[in-house]
């Protein structure tokens, strides 16, 4: 019976929320259907000659839903609220695993647009290089952020992961604009074509808790 009772007190204390939102998704081609992710999921593009990763991190909240025993609605909230600082300039999370040897990347060359206006990066920092399954290497972190004016990393090793931050003198862009990103120039791969344009569209994503 008292077994009975202290489940019973779990289940009446038992919440659940759901929040919803917006972010930008990077693809190359033709737009993927915009289907519901789970927020923070990862999501490659296979490129001519590397992997690469490309996260700018405009998460918005819409909505918000709480329910009590976990079925019982007790709480609403529509909201269009940013998940990231309102003062934080775009940012710009760059991870390459490059599939052949020699392949370099020159940060300035990278052309981020944001509804036909074109910015550079104003900042650059490598953050971490590691191979798949393995601790990040020593020494391999910029100390701190960048001008990358000249700056030319070597990504010599296939299959290595390499990560960069890369800031923009812009305000961060919500999911809805109208968002490119040009490495044509800036990602070098022996043998291979140059990177296609790559762009952004807003899908929708979903966070549960308890």
Same mark, same amino acid.
């Given at each position: 019976?008292? $077994?009975?009772? /202290?489940? =019973?007190?779990?289940?009446?204390? #038992?919440?659940?929320?759901?929040?919803?939102?917006?972010?930008?998704?990077?693809?190359?081609?033709?737009?993927?259907?915009?289907?519901?992710?789970?927020?923070?999921?990862?999501?490659?593009?296979?490129?001519?000659?590397?992997?690469?990763?490309?996260?700018?991190?405009?998460?918005?909240?819409?909505s918000?839903?709480?329910? /009590?025993?976990?079925?019982?609605?007790? /709480?609403?909230? +529509?909201?269009?609220?940013?998940?990231y600082? %309102?003062?934080?300039?775009?940012?710009?999370?760059?991870?390459?695993?490059?599939?052949?040897?020699?392949?370099?990347?020159?940060?300035?060359?990278?052309? =981020?647009? *944001?509804?036909?206006?074109?910015?550079?990066?104003?900042?650059?920092?490598?953050?971490v290089? !590691?191979?798949? #399954?393995?601790?990040?290497?020593? #020494? /391999?972190?910029?100390?701190?952020?960048?001008?990358? %004016?000249?700056v030319?990393?070597?990504?010599?090793?296939p299959?290595?992961?390499?990560? !960069?931050?890369?800031?923009?003198?812009?305000?961060?862009?919500?999911?809805?604009?109208? *968002?490119?990103?040009?490495?044509?120039?800036?990602?070098?791969? +022996? #043998?291979?074509?140059?990177?296609?344009? *790559?762009?952004?569209?807003?899908?929708?994503? $979903?966070?549960?808790?308890?």
């Open positions: 019976m008292k $077994k009975y009772w /202290m489940v =019973l007190c779990l289940l009446l204390t #038992g919440c659940a929320g759901y929040r919803y939102g917006e972010v930008s998704r990077a693809y190359v081609g033709q737009a993927p259907n915009a289907a519901t992710i789970v927020r923070g999921t990862q999501s490659w593009l296979e490129l001519p000659g590397a992997r690469i990763r490309v996260e700018l991190s405009n998460e918005v909240q819409h918000e839903h709480q329910v /009590m025993l976990f079925i019982v609605p007790v /709480m609403y909230d +529509p909201m269009d609220k940013p998940l600082p %309102a003062e934080q300039s775009a940012r710009l999370l760059l991870e390459i695993s490059p599939q052949v040897g020699a392949a370099s990347f020159r940060p300035e060359q990278v052309v =981020l647009s *944001i509804d036909g206006r074109e910015h550079r990066p104003t900042g650059v920092q490598q953050l290089v !590691f191979d798949s #399954g393995q601790y990040p290497l020593a #020494g /391999m972190r910029d100390a701190e952020e960048r001008k990358p %004016a000249g030319d990393y070597g990504l010599d090793r299959d290595r992961h390499y990560q !960069f931050w890369l800031r923009f003198d812009a305000p961060m862009p919500a999911p809805t604009q109208d *968002i490119h990103l040009d490495l044509s120039r800036a990602l070098r791969v +022996p #043998g291979q074509p140059a990177v296609p344009p *790559i762009r952004f569209h807003a899908v929708p994503w $979903k966070q549960g808790y308890t």
